[in-house]
């Protein structure tokens, strides 16, 4: 408003400017035309009556004469003065001044015949007629004002005009004020909407959702209230997004919006926060409706999605954030629904309650994904070595080589950890790079003392995206004058069903290369028995949690006579990972399982320490290995733990 | 007849404006064009103001009856 009020008064103040100075031009142009006219009609006057004085009379001019002639051709209010030789006659309507007889030949002396003066205190226009030799002369005066009848008319018809266009201009500056607001208006709201809306969805963005948020914690200062804030991502939505396309997953984005909308109350604000991010603030809301929203949006988003004839499931991670409990500032709600979400995730649920008991953990995950990246210039980063012992033969068959970050802050940190941030930051590859290459001069070192093995070396699903891997171990084994064959690169079954015809293709070609492929984790995946067949690989390992309960669940104890069968028919070889004990170690002998690799065998071991402890196995049967006894202290404690040695 | 747009303020206004148009246009100017014109404008004014239904104000958006509650 205050726009068009400017407009307003500029367009009118514009208009009223032009109007005085073009009324005022007008109005002068005008009386001065007028004026012209009037005193070309006065000089023709005095002309007509100079002209008839002296046709009629030859004598001094006489009063009544010379009134007869004003009243035949003087203008109204005029005054007359006729003159010959000495003898003046002067004829006003109204009183004659005194002293003009002096005045005129004054007048007359300096040969003007026209012009203005002053005559009882009014302005007058004169003309004057004499004959040439000036002895004989008319001079007629007439007031200036009120005698030009057009005059009066002009003036009038110019401030009505004037009035009328001041008025028509207030008109059209007010349309044209209220015009111009109201589309700046629009733009603006506009503008507004793009900066707090996502453009994809349409939904609120990141701004407005803090922006929100702040407004409900205002309101929250005033009466008590609590409310929560739920933040959700989809699980697998990066895939979706690589390999059908940026298009579907888009569409696939809407479609969540849309679902996630409708499973929410009407005053609860859903945001996107970017990418496959989505908030959901529930003003009003404690614990248990919260959890209730969850499960909600859960069920609805669990609904297989159908996206341009391609059915889609997904599956998204809530983490709940609860005011006043978990926090008092927006910032705070949003970080600690983030470590909530990362909660959910890592336990595999589809929606948790931000868990205090947990935080130092999310504070040390950002932690180290900021000095993740330094950390292996850095010389943070150094390898365990986990001896596999052959059972056939009772020989260290080879190590697994376990990548472990010494922080100087935080002590040891396990791969568990920052391997999947290394993951998500995409500092994977290199840190891969770095484990090849050392683990490579590891083992030639151990290959000029004659320790002969297999190192092998975890692969992590993301490496399965780098086409040029497999030129590169190819030149890292030339380099270090490694044969292939002592080389084992270790795949989490779930990492090859991630993109199966990828994992395929790089394995063949690992394979062709002669390196040796294991399966990792085996029975944790869902592999479909079709493909695995169909892959090249040498070794397969079944996952600790199967053999570590073995002895005590027949469940357990079939799934792993199923896999040794499963692999024995499949053409490879069998490990056993996590062997805790000698009866697990006896009853597996008893299943034909190839390798085993545990605890009960040897911890991880550093550099020195693994080479020490090969020198001492080295090509010795290995029945129960462990007579330092690091192993049996080892029992019972956290697997996921590294350890010095 | 179409919702009201001009308020009371805005009515009296007009009203008195348009009033002085009519007499000046009626009594005060002699010549006989301007006297129409303004006049005729006067009138127009006053019907407006009497039905208080402004139709620049429609076109423009304006609502003086709203903003000033009438």
Redesign the interface.
């Known amino acids: 408003m205050r726009l068009s009020t400017q407009l307003l008064g500029a367009i009118t103040g514009i208009t009223l400017l032009a109007l005085l100075v073009f009324g005022a031009v007008a109005y002068w142009i005008m009386t001065e035309a007028g004026e012209k006219r009037r005193a070309e009609l006065l000089a023709h006057l005095a002309g007509d009556i100079l002209a008839e004085f002296l046709a009629r009379d030859a004598a001094a001019p006489d009063s009544s004469r010379v009134a007869a002639l004003h009243r035949k051709h003087g203008p109204p209010g005029s005054l007359l003065a006729v003159w010959r030789g000495e003898a003046v006659a002067v004829v006003a309507d109204g009183p004659v001044p005194p002293g003009l007889s002096r005045r005129l030949r004054v007048l007359a002396g300096e040969g003007r015949r026209r012009g203005r003066l002053r005559l009882r205190g009014a302005d007058h226009r004169w003309a004057m007629a004499a004959t040439p030799s000036g002895e004989a002369g008319v001079f007629l005066a007439e007031p200036r004002r009120g005698t030009d009848p057009d005059a009066?008319?002009l003036r009038?018809?110019l401030?009505?005009?004037g009035?009328?266009i001041l008025?028509l201009a207030v008109?059209v500056a007010?349309?044209l004020?209220?015009?111009i607001s109201?589309r700046l208006e629009e733009k603006n709201e506009a503008l507004r909407h793009q900066a707090l809306h996502d453009g994809l969805t349409g939904l609120p963005n990141r701004t407005l959702l803090l922006d929100r948020l702040a407004q409900v914690l205002l309101a929250a200062r005033r009466r008590p209230v609590s409310f929560a804030l739920l933040l959700m991502d989809l699980d697998r939505f990066k895939e979706i997004n690589d390999t059908l396309g940026h298009h579907f997953g888009d569409l696939l984005l809407r479609e969540v919006g849309r679902r996630i909308q409708a499973s929410i109350r009407e005053n609860d604000s859903l945001a996107r926060l970017g990418g496959d991010e989505f908030a959901v603030l529930l003003p009003d809301t404690g614990r248990e409706g919260a959890l209730l929203c969850a499960t909600r949006i859960t069920r609805h988003l669990q609904r297989r999605f159908s996206v341009e004839g391609l059915h889609i499931e997904t599956r998204a991670s809530i983490g709940i954030a609860l005011y006043p409990e978990h926090g008092d500032d927006g910032v705070t709600l949003l970080q600690r629904a983030d470590v909530a979400m990362y909660q959910a995730k890592r336990s595999g649920n589809d929606f948790a309650l931000y868990d205090p008991g947990r935080d130092s953990h999310s504070v040390r995950r950002l932690r180290l994904m900021g000095e993740l990246r330094e950390a292996v210039s850095a010389g943070q980063m150094l390898l365990h070595y986990q001896p596999m012992l052959d059972l056939r033969s009772g020989a260290v068959s080879g190590a697994e080589v376990l990548v472990r970050w010494r922080h100087p802050e935080l002590g040891l940190v396990a791969p568990g950890e920052f391997i999947p941030l290394a993951e998500q930051m995409g500092a994977i590859h290199p840190l891969t790079l770095w484990v090849l290459e050392t683990a490579l001069a590891r083992l030639r070192a151990w290959r000029r003392e004659g320790i002969e093995m297999v190192l092998s070396v975890n692969l992590s699903a993301h490496c399965l995206q780098d086409a040029s891997l497999p030129a590169t171990v190819e030149s890292l084994l030339h380099r270090h004058e490694i044969p292939p064959g002592a080389l084992q690169l270790e795949i989490t079954e779930s990492a090859l069903m991630h993109d199966l015809d990828r994992a395929r293709d790089m394995l063949g070609r690992f394979h062709t290369l002669g390196v040796h492929l294991a399966i990792d984790d085996f029975g944790t995946g869902f592999s479909s028995l079709a493909y695995l067949r169909r892959l090249s690989f040498d070794e397969l390992k079944i996952d600790k949690s199967f053999v570590r309960d073995m002895c005590s669940d027949p469940n357990d104890a079939s799934i792993v006579r199923a896999v040794i069968d499963l692999a024995h028919n499949l053409g490879c070889r069998v490990v056993a990972e996590g062997v805790e004990d000698d009866r697990t170690l006896a009853r597996l002998r008893e299943l034909d399982c190839d390798r085993v690799q545990g605890f009960y065998l040897s911890p991880p071991l550093a550099a020195d320490d693994a080479g020490r402890w090969f020198r001492d196995h080295g090509h010795r049967a290995a029945d129960p290995p462990d007579d330092d006894g690091g192993a049996r202290r080892d029992r019972g404690t956290d697997r996921d733990q590294p350890r010095r040695s | 007849m179409r919702k009201k747009n001009i308020g009371r303020l805005d009515q009296f206004l007009r009203m008195g404006i348009s009033a002085g148009m009519i007499y000046a246009g009626a009594f005060l100017i002699e010549d006989p064009f301007s006297a129409w014109f303004l006049g005729a404008l006067g009138v127009g004014n006053f019907i407006v103001a009497l039905v208080r239904y402004c139709p620049l104000y429609a076109v423009t958006g304006i609502d003086t009856l709203q903003e000033r509650g009438g």
């Open positions: 009066a008319t009038t018809r401030l009505v005009t009035v009328v008025w008109w007010l349309i004020a209220a015009l109201r």
